[in-house]
Structures are given as C-alpha cells and as structure tokens.
C-alpha cells in the first residue's frame, strides 16, 4: 500500500485489497472516498488528517509506503507537530492530575515572590497551566479572576525574556479592569497606551513611538484593530517586541468569516504567545470557538478542517457524545475552564421581587397600550411571518418602555413606526404631561430601598435599559439627597475623543473606593454589564426594569458576584416589578434561561442554544403574550 499527495489530495494505493473492514469503516469515516477503477482512496489533504492516518496506519500494523511527495510532506511536518504533539500531552497530562510537581512548586515559588496578589488555589493551577501551553484558553466563568491568571503569566515570560509587551484587545468596558488588575495584581503602574477611539494620527505615532517610549500595556478595541490593522501588523513586527496577544470576551470574534476575526487572525503569527478568555465560548454552536482556537496556533490549527466538517454535522445531528470525543482530543489540552462551584463563593441572595401597583396615570397608560396591542394582534394572521416579527418587537418594546418611564413612549424605535395611540389624544397628551402628573410607583419603591441600604451604610448600583429611565432615577435621587452617577452607552471610555468629560473609568473607580462620597451607581447593562468589577464595596444591586436579554442579565449578576470579595460577603439582588404587566413575563422568561444554563454550564462544550444574546427576545415575547390565548 503506498500513501502519496497528488493534487492536493490525500490519496492510498491500495492495490493489493488488503485492508480489513474496521480500516476500510474508519477512512470513511475520515471521509475518504474509494475510486473502484484505480483501487484508491482520496481525501482533501490536511495536515491533522495526514499525522492521524499515519498514527492510525501504525497502530493497526497495516504496512505501507510514502510516495515521494508524501515522504517530504512528512519530513517537513514531523519535527512541527511532533513538538506540538508532546506538548498537548504535557498539558493534558497536567489536567488530569499527573505532572512535574517540582516543575509546579518552582513556578508557584516565582508566584509567591513576584506576584503582589495572592492567587485563588483554582488561579494558581489556571496560570500554570497557561504558562505549560504557551498559548491557551481560559474559558473560566466570569468573575473568577481571568485577567489576574494572565497577568501573572506575563510577568513570569517577561522575567525570562521571552515577551515584554502585553497587547489586548477586547470591549472599552474592559480597559479600565486591565490597568487597574495590572496594577494590583503586579503591584506596579503599567505605562499603557489606549489605542482606540481618538484621532488616527496620533494613534500611528504611538504604534511607531521610539523605543525608549513603549508602553507595556497596549489596550484596543475590536473595532480599532479592524480599522487600524495594518498598524497593528507593523507594530507587533518591530524590532524587539515580543508581545502577549490577549483577546479579552473572545466570543466577539466566533463569527466565522466576520471582519473582526478576520483581523485578529492577520496577526496571529505575529505575536511570541497568545491567549483567549470569554466564560461563554459556545453560547450557541460548536463552530463558535473555531477561530478561538485557529487564533492560539495558526500554524497548527487543533480542530482540522475534516474535524469542523464532522462538528457540524454531530451538531445537526445531536450527537453531543461524537463532538464531545472529536473536541477532547482537538483542543481539550489547550483550555482551562473554572467552574461557578469551584470559586466557593457565598450563595447569590435573590430577594423576592417587589411586586409593585402602578400609579394611576401609568396604570392608564399601560393598559390603554396593551388593548391596542390586543386588538391589532388579531389582525396578525392576514400578514407574514416577517412582519408580524418586526411589528411584534416593537409592540413589545413599547410595553417595556411603559413598565420603565411612560415619557419614553414618545421615542422612535428603529424599524418600527405603528402609531399605537395617534387615535387616542388623551393618552398623546397624559404621555406628554407624565412628569407634572405623578412619579412612577417603581421610582418610589426605589427611593425606599435605597434609603433603607443607604441607612446601613451600603452602596448600591441600579440597573436599567432605558437612558432616560436613568436620567428620571438620577433627578429624583437628587430630589431626595443623593449623590450618583450614570453609565451607560453614551458616557465617554478612556482614551476616546470626548474631553472634559467623566469616563466610565473614572466613575467606577471613584464607585467602588469606600469613602469617595459615590455610593449610587446608575447602569445600563448593554454598556456596564461585562468586564467591570464593582463587588469589593458595593453587594447590593437593584434591577429597576429587565429585558429578555438572558446574557446581559447574567453578567449583570456577576459584577458584584466575582473572586476577591463574595467569599465572605453576600450579593444581593433586588427586583421592581409591576403586578399585572409585562415585568412579570421577562422576570420568569429570563429566569428560566438562567436555570436551564445552570443546568449545562458546568459542562466543558455544552452548547447552550438559549439564545443567549437573545436578538429574538422580544419577537418570542410577543407569540407567547398575544398569540397563545395569554392576553390577560
């Protein structure tokens, strides 16, 4: 039998018939197609499936030949993947419990020397093992101290010499975080650079600044390195950088062929060492962690192209048994995922929701808005399924908005323009005059609980998906003597263009510092939601309004539920809703979808197929509500 390559395909001679049936079940298995007429078997070429046929060929005892373009293929990879062959097993041997000790014992000794923070135990074995991989994932559950793991890692790379720059790309909300876990983590200052936002210009002279003027910490964003990546390939080239490239809420780049993957895995090969982190690394498909795992070794690629064919076709299929078999040999040495139960952190309090009457004006509004929306529902069935999903979001969006601040109805929404009240101008005109009128019943309940906590010295953040929700709880804090602050998508991050203006940074800091006289925060939780950390001084939060998006919501919960503070102190949650209302519908929705997540989170390639990011919350909302007979 002789193995050959012709035309980039993989082909074997088998001209004596002598294979067996469990060889023959197994290369078809590897999608191998037999040519009757040439007695041959061909395949597409690819580097995994060249290495595991040989492996396989041997294991079997089944004698064969290369060919010679075979035989320098072979000779060209095995030195390559040998090397990453043994090191997948180092790692893997280390996850399993089996590894050097005194190899570990010496790198816990540069932990204990040279790391200002002492690591959690779950840390310690995280950075170890990223430190053993070189380039690796950690797909650890938020708030367990991801960026704290990694930094650590760096400092120990940098002491050999083998990196001296740490680049990071990741969301605004996350560059504060880093500088300041640099900080407290390494128990220095970081000189740092913020390339994003800004002018262009002036980011080019930094890339290209002098040596003697390199920062160590360079933090962008996922939009700035696509705009500037022909920057970025020229920085990481220059002379004498040798940079940790980190892709920090990696779930960002799991579109296949999206811009920004793309740009991210321009440079990969550009990078000493590289690592990934996001709690999520799945939310909806297998494919979803590909380019995670193409970006950490782009020479080597852990899952094949054959093996990302076959995930799929196990995902149509169900077949979470054959994935789950494909993923532990692929990449199942290459990531470290710490689970919620391992943090022994103290359990999450969720009080009993406040089930709260509305106050006479926004009673009227809502339930005038609801009827309408009732009426007209019965009219869905004449019309497409299109439509009825596009009009059935901002119906929804509309009984949001009047749960929230009924002023808010006098806003546009995007793709939606029916005129629920033109028809009824004494609704138009109680809309128009709310504020003179009353204050909403949920802004009152606040006021109490939120004197109640302030009474006990608390500090408290208030979320909210609505700006000018926020605006309406930051004027009536005021009234009533309190100070806060607001973030949200339109509050500056740091190093954008937007002068003499508060950054997010900036308040979350003067937030979470215990005598600062800020003991009030205001968020919403598509901009506040995922990288900042408020759980060392604040533990009590209240949800003013939801929606259905289940994981904006979960990282909302984990902001004051994170390592390095909830082992000892409670979090808190506490939740406003109106009895009667839609408040009701999302709170046991998005409890739902949390509790099924729970369910299957703790396993390493659960896919979660909740919808997690949850584009159709509303439209789902809307059949539920109107069109199965639920209209009470």
Wanted: charge should be positive; proline fraction near 3%; glycine fraction near 4%.
């Amino acid at each position: 039998m002789i193995l050959e390559i012709e035309n980039n395909d993989l082909v074997i001679y088998d001209n004596d018939s002598k294979l067996d049936v469990v060889v023959k079940s197994q290369l078809s298995f590897w999608n191998f197609a037999y040519d009757f007429t040439h007695r041959t078997y061909r395949a597409k070429l690819d580097r995994h499936l060249f290495v595991k046929l040989v492996r396989y060929l041997d294991k079997e005892s089944v004698e064969f030949k290369f060919g010679k373009t075979a035989k320098t293929y072979s000779e060209k990879i095995s030195v390559v993947n040998l090397s990453f062959e043994n090191l997948k097993t180092a790692v893997a041997t280390y996850k399993d419990g089996d590894y050097d000790r005194t190899a570990f014992n010496e790198f816990k000794e540069f932990v204990d020397e040279n790391i200002k923070r002492t690591l959690k135990v779950h840390q310690l074995k995280a950075a170890y093992h990223l430190y053993l991989a070189g380039n690796g994932a950690n797909f650890s559950v938020p708030g367990s101290g991801k960026t704290t793991v990694v930094l650590t890692v760096y400092e120990k790379l940098k002491a050999e010499g083998k990196v001296n720059t740490l680049f990071v790309v990741g969301p605004p909300s996350s560059f504060g975080p880093w500088r300041n876990e640099f900080n407290e983590t390494l128990g220095r200052a970081p000189k740092y650079s913020i390339m994003a936002g800004g002018n262009r210009s002036h980011r080019r002279s930094t890339y290209f600044n002098l040596e003697q003027h390199r920062s160590e910490l360079y933090l962008t964003s996922f939009q700035t390195l696509l705009s500037d990546k022909g920057e970025v390939t020229q920085f990481l080239k220059q002379k004498n950088l040798k940079a940790l490239f980190v892709v920090d809420e990696a779930h960002y780049i799991k579109q296949i062929q999206g811009n920004w993957a793309r740009a991210i895995l321009q440079q990969a090969e550009l990078a000493q060492f590289r690592c990934v982190l996001t709690g999520t690394p799945m939310p909806k498909s297998y494919s979803d962690i590909f380019n995670l795992f193409d970006f950490l070794w782009p020479n080597q690629h852990p899952i094949s192209s054959t093996d990302k064919a076959k995930l799929r076709l196990f995902e149509d299929r169900g077949d979470t048994e054959s994935a789950k078999e494909i993923l532990d040999d692929s990449i199942g040495p290459l990531f470290y995922r710490v689970r919620k139960i391992d943090l022994r952190l103290k359990p999450q309090n969720f009080i009993a929701p406040y089930l709260i009457e509305m106050a006479p004006h926004e009673k009227k509004i809502y339930q005038a808005i609801f009827n309408k929306i009732r009426d007209y529902s019965q009219q869905d069935y004449f019309k497409n399924i299109k439509f009825i999903d596009r009009i059935g979001r901002g119906r929804i969006m509309r009984l949001r908005q009047a749960v929230s601040y009924p002023k808010l109805l006098n806003s546009a929404i995007d793709d939606y323009d029916e005129k629920l009240f033109e028809d009824l101008k004494d609704l138009k005109n109680l809309i128009r005059r709310y504020d003179s009128l009353e204050v909403p019943a949920k802004v009152q309940q606040l006021l109490r609980i939120v004197k109640q906590l302030r009474a006990k010295g608390q500090k408290v953040v208030i979320w909210t998906n609505f700006i000018a929700t926020i605006k309406l709880i930051k004027h009536h804090l005021k009234l009533a003597g309190y100070n806060s602050k607001e973030i949200f998508g339109g509050t500056p991050v740091e190093g954008s263009s937007v002068k003499d203006a508060e950054t997010r940074e900036k308040i979350r800091d003067q937030f979470v510092a215990p005598k600062s006289g800020l003991d009030i925060l205001i968020a919403n939780p598509a901009a506040c939601a995922e990288s900042i950390s408020l759980h060392k001084t604040c533990h009590h939060a209240i949800y003013y309004d939801l929606s259905y998006n289940c994981a904006q919501f979960l990282q909302s919960l984990d902001r004051i539920h994170r390592v390095g503070g909830s082992e000892l102190v409670e979090a808190n949650y506490h939740f406003l809703q109106y009895k009667n209302s839609i408040d009701i519908d999302i709170k046991r929705n998005v409890d739902e979808k949390t509790r099924k997540m729970l369910d299957v989170i703790e396993e390493d390639y659960a896919i979660y197929s909740l919808n997690m990011s949850d584009p159709d919350g509303d439209e789902e909302a809307y059949r539920r509500l109107f069109h199965n007979d639920r209209t009470r």
